[in-house]
């Protein structure tokens, strides 16, 4: 997808002009905020929900929250991947359009670029694993793609992608690690930018932090990059499960984690690193700080969007709030910076791409397991509901 010598530097006005480039062809998704989450966010959790965790007998953080949500999950195709691609295909010559596009994904980059393939009148080759979702493979083919099927491993994906670039010289679109794939996730956060200071009428002229999050690291360096310039403090969220959470274990010994083997149900986060996102997550000029969040955590910010908000996310989507709800060192850092005026945070919704099946199964799976996400949101749920009464 050309030499990174050649592609536009990672710069804010680099996706200003990546966001001129794609704007034709995504949309303008919305900026929610929620009262009832805010207030559970500003509201200490309980010594009683702290119990089992790190901070267990500590005294809980009491930050001052607003939150601000960009619902990426109504983005076209369902995920802010549409962005992406759509950017990197505006950069693509002549030549490389007429010979088409190939890239390999099980998901929501597949059908991304699928759409963007068929808009500018490409061909697009997808390889998939041949246990994919077999949604995800008709959606994939709904927008014109030849689909290649592979084994699971990314070796085996990789070996059928050499093949077909043999075969008609199609030009590799990554899912995540390139520059034009980068800057064209970033154009999410122009457009938070502006939508939080129209709605709410110039007095948040700035927003104080956002957290995006973290697989692959497309969109989180992204965002960072967009945003760098502006003094809005950029933070990552993942995973903890099975070590799901390698951004944030590979800034912290300094080196890049390159495989991640978890079956974490942000399955949308399961992908490490790759060293062009790494260099740029590394940066903490850039990135402030990664947060990682247990799967318990998830499935109860996963609940409160669904029954608060009635938005349908997918579970990757909600790592940022959960965060910002259940890590108390996050909230410590709030509590701290912010003091009395507090923070207004811009959480990214990434995608919605999930069916009311797999949410159902999600909270069905394990009995014991469901309970004690329903103890974590109990035990700061009630305190809210006070608070709100009150």
């Not at 994904?105 to 670029?113: K, R």
């Not at 994919?132 to 030849?146: F, L, N, Q, V």
């Not at 996310?313 to 060192?329: H, R």
């Amino acid at each position: 997808m050309g030499s990174l010598t050649t592609t536009p530097p990672l710069t804010r006005a680099s996706v200003i002009e990546a966001h001129g480039l794609i704007k034709p062809h995504v949309h303008l998704t919305p900026v929610l905020t929620n009262t009832t989450l805010s207030t559970l966010a500003s509201t200490p959790q309980t010594p009683e929900a702290l119990k089992g965790t790190p901070y267990e007998g500590q005294t809980p953080a009491k930050p001052e929250i607003r939150l601000w949500f960009k619902c990426e999950n109504f983005q076209r195709v369902g995920a802010f991947k549409a962005r992406g691609a759509f950017h990197a295909l505006a950069r693509l010559s002549e030549e490389e359009k007429a010979k088409g596009v190939v890239t390999h994904s099980s998901g929501n980059h597949a059908q991304a670029l699928a759409l963007a393939a068929r808009t500018h009148n490409i061909p697009a080759h997808i390889v998939m694993p041949t246990i994919s979702t077999p949604s995800k493979i008709a959606g994939t083919r709904s927008y014109g793609a030849t689909i290649h099927f592979s084994g699971s491993t990314s070796e085996e994906r990789e070996a059928v992608v050499t093949t077909v670039i043999a075969a008609t010289g199609a030009t590799l679109v990554p899912p995540y690690n390139h520059p034009n794939i980068i800057l064209g996730q970033g154009t999410l956060a122009l457009e938070l930018e502006s939508q939080v200071a129209e709605l709410s009428n110039g007095a948040v002229k700035t927003l104080d932090a956002v957290i995006a999050p973290c697989g692959g690291g497309g969109m989180l360096s992204g965002v960072a990059t967009a945003l760098a310039p502006t003094g809005v403090r950029v933070y990552g969220a993942e995973p903890s499960f099975e070590g799901a959470d390698d951004a944030r274990r590979g800034v912290a010994a300094g080196k890049r984690v390159e495989s991640v083997k978890t079956l974490t149900i942000a399955d949308g986060l399961r992908t490490p690193l790759g060293d062009v996102t790494w260099s740029v997550i590394s940066d903490p000029a850039k990135v402030k700080g990664l947060f990682a969040v247990t799967e318990e955590q998830i499935k109860a910010a996963l609940r409160l969007v669904l029954e608060r908000m009635k938005v349908l996310v997918e579970p990757s989507a909600v790592v940022g709030l959960a965060t910002v709800l259940y890590n108390e060192d996050f909230r410590r850092i709030v509590e701290k910076e912010g003091g009395e005026k507090g923070w207004d945070i811009g959480l990214v919704f990434s995608g919605g791409n999930t069916t009311v099946e797999a949410i159902g199964k999600l909270y069905a799976v394990d009995e014991k397991k469901a309970e004690r996400a329903e103890g974590v949101l109990g035990a700061h749920g009630e305190k809210v509901a006070e608070n709100v009464a009150g």
